[in-house]
Every structure is written in structure tokens, then in C-alpha cells.
């Protein structure tokens, strides 16, 4: 099978290449537009696979997307490609509408046109909103009403929305997959697991946003990329699987966690202030895909942390690489007077 990957240069998508071309015999096509948050470097370890393709593509370019399709004629089409980083949309929302709403427009039509046979939209948890902290019995199932808080989580519900809309009106062939809070390697050094491994790492304050009793739902990479793969070749069409491993945990405990790995003091956490909007908790009901389709996830947090923050300490290059420059600009403007 002939599959296009959608920002296949960032830290889900790139971890979602590696994990088809060692499972299966695919012809594995990556786009990606390289953005800050892009990183070839990401893919290095699969350049020279014979099954491996690259291409630099924006999602948003009509033309370039039609003729790519028309030139591959893919099976099925995975979609990562997105602006990713909550904060960042607090900042500036409008590149979030354009590349993950009309992106995935231009996605889904050249998909209609050139006959390919399964679209699959990664979304994300963020869409149902969030839970109160006092209620540990509530759920997202995929039955929650969407419910967003961020421009972020509204510019992805609405490309949830469009997806479903394409299905019911044109009979696209169609999944969803709405996961939890993800970790591993390859994640950019702006959400919270890296950026805390990396500022512990340096003895650099560990900004906790308000009181660090925001929780969230943790699932490795390796398991999210599992799940979309049995979605794509099992899942049913015009159906939405919730993703997630039963395993919340308040960001503080994360924190706390992460520099006893690092053997750093707790004197290195600075409680600043919130982010605006600050959904409290995530949690994810995860019994459709175990039932339907039969998926578990391979990791337990206290596993998959400590091999993560391994993997960062091992990859000091790669870190330094993307923390210097636009990085410390963005750092900066972000934590600066904070
Ligand atoms: P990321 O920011 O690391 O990667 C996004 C990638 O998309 C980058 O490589 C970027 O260059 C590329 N991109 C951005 N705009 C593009 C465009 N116009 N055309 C082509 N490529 C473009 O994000 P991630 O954390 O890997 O998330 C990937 C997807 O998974 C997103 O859709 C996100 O909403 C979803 N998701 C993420 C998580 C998580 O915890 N990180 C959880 C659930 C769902
Ligand atoms: O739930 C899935 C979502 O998880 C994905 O859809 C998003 O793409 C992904 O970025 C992530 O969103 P979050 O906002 O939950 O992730 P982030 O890593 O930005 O923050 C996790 C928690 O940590 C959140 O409660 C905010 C807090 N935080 C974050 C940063 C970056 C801090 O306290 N300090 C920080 O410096």
C-alpha cells in the first residue's frame, strides 16, 4: 500500500513513520512543510530505507497537493499535519484555522479527487474540553459533546466537524482518532515533558503553570502510533476512537517525578502564571478501540518516562540543535515577564 504521511517531520508523526516502516511493507510517503516545529533531523534514521519518501509540501497549497496526489495515487492518507502548541495559539490563532482546518479541507478534497480509499484525522482529546477535578468518575467517551477552550482545540473540533461533514455529504471515506496527552522522542522542547527535561537538564527554572494541579491523561508515542494504525487498516468508516492509557496524573507530579529521574532539587520549580483558559483535567475512555479493535497500550508511564528522559539525555545534539536561535526568542516571549 502507497501511504501518505501529513507532518511526518514532527514529534507524533515522525514516531508514526519509524513505526510503519518496521511493522509493515508500505510505500511510506512524508510531507511535511518544516515549520519551527519540523525537524528532518527527525527522519534521519529511516533516509535510507528504500520504502522511505520525502516530500516538503504545505497542506494549504491547492495546487502542489492536487499534484502530488495525482502524480502517487495514495492508498490511504494519515493526517498529522498541524500547529500543535496551545500556547502558541493563545498568542496568534490564525495560523491555527488555516493549516488545521483548511489544510485538512485541501487534504480531504484531492482525496475525493484522485479516489484514495481512507482519510484518517489525527485529533486530539482537547476537542470534548475539560473535566472538572472533583469528578474522577467522568470520561470523554466519543459520544462527549465538543466543547472547546483554545483556539487550538476549537481549530481542531472544527476540522473534526468538516471531516464528518465530507463523509455524510460526499461519502469520503473517513476515521478520527482523538488521543490524550502524548510523550517519547522527538518532541519539540516547548510542551511541557521536554521542556522540563530540558530546563532541568540545565538548572534553568522549571515554570509550573498556577498551581500544577491541572492533570493530564499521559500516553506514550509508540501507543498512539499503534492505535492509528489498527484504525487505518480495522477501524470503521465514519467512525471516531478515542485513544488514551488510564493514566492521569497533575502536571506537578510529572515535574516532581522528572527531576527525581534527573537527581535535581525541587528548589528548581517556579510556579508562574497560568495560561489563560487552563483546561483542568483531560481523561480519556479508551473501551471502544480496546473492544472494537482489540488495542492495548505497550507502556506504563513510570517505564516510558524514564526511557524518555534516557532518550533526551542521548540525544544532546539534537536538543541543543533546536533550543538555540528562534527557540530562546520564543522562550523568552513566552516566560520572560511571566
Ligand atoms: P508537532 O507540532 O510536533 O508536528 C506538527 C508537524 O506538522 C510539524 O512537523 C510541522 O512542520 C508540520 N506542519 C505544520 N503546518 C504544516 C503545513 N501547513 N503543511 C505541512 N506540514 C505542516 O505536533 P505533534 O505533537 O506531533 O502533533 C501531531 C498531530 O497530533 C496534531 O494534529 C495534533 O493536533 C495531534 N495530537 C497531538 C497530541 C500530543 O500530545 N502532542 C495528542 C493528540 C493529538
Ligand atoms: O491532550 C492532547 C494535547 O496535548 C494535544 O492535542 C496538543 O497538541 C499537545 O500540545 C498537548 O496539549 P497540552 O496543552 O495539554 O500540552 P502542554 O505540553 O502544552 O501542557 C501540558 C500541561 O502542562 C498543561 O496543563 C500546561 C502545563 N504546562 C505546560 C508548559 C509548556 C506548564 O505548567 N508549564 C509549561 O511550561
Avoid at 489498527?230 to 522528572?258: C, D, F, P, S, W
Avoid at 533526551?312 to 520564543?330: C, K, R, V
Amino acid at each position: 500500500m502507497k501511504i501518505l504521511v501529513t507532518g511526518a517531520a514532527g514529534f507524533i508523526g515522525s514516531n508514526f513513520v519509524y513505526y510503519l516502516l518496521e511493522k509493515h511493507e508500505d510505500e511510506v510517503w512524508a510531507l511535511d512543510l518544516l515549520t519551527y516545529a519540523g525537524n528532518l533531523k527527525n527522519l534521519d534514521g529511516c533516509k535510507d530505507n528504500p520504502h522511505f519518501h520525502f516530500v516538503k509540501a504545505d497542506i494549504c497549497d491547492r495546487e502542489n497537493i492536487n499534484k502530488l496526489f495525482a502524480e502517487e495515487r495514495f492508498d490511504i492518507v494519515v493526517n498529522f499535519a498541524a500547529e500543535s502548541h496551545v500556547d502558541r495559539s493563545i498568542e496568534n490563532p490564525g495560523i491555527f484555522l488555516k493549516t488545521n482546518i483548511l489544510g485538512t479541507q485541501v487534504l480531504m478534497d484531492a482525496c475525493l479527487k484522485y479516489g484514495v480509499s481512507r482519510y484518517h484525522q489525527v485529533s486530539t482529546d482537547e476537542v470534548y474540553g475539560d473535566l472538572p477535578l472533583d469528578r474522577k468518575d467522568l470520561y470523554f467517551t466519543e459520544s462527549t459533546p465538543l466543547h472547546t477552550s483554545s483556539p487550538y482545540s476549537a481549530s481542531k473540533a472544527s476540522a473534526d466537524l468538516l471531516v464528518m461533514a465530507y463523509h455524510r455529504t460526499y461519502n469520503l471515506n473517513m476515521t478520527i482518532s482523538r488521543c490524550s496527552n502524548n510523550y517519547g522522542p522527538y518532541q519539540f522542547p516547548e510542551k511541557l515533558i521536554p521542556l522540563m527535561i530540558h530546563n532541568a537538564q540545565n538548572n534553568i527554572p522549571l515554570p509550573v503553570y498556577g498551581q500544577g494541579l491541572n492533570v493530564r491523561d499521559w500516553l506514550h508515542v509508540y501507543d498512539h502510533c499503534s492505535a492509528i494504525d489498527l484504525i487505518i487498516r480495522h477501524g470503521q468508516n465514519g467512525e471516531v476512537y478515542n485513544v488514551g492509557g488510564h493514566n492521569e496524573k497533575a502536571n506537578i507530579e510529572v515535574v516532581k517525578t522528572i527531576l527525581k529521574i534527573l537527581d535535581k532539587p525541587q528548589s528548581l520549580i517556579t510556579y508562574v502564571t497560568d495560561r489563560k483558559g487552563h483546561d483542568l483535567r483531560y481523561a480519556i475512555d479508551p473501551s471502544k478501540i480496546q473492544k472494537e479493535l482489540g488495542w492495548k497500550p505497550k507502556y506504563h508511564f513510570e517505564e516510558g518516562i524514564k526511557e524518555t528522559v534516557d532518550w533526551y539525555l542521548n540525544h544532546q545534539e539534537w536538543l541543543d540543535s533546536i533550543t538555540s536561535g528562534a527557540y530562546m526568542e520564543y522562550y523568552q516571549r513566552m516566560y520572560g515577564n511571566r
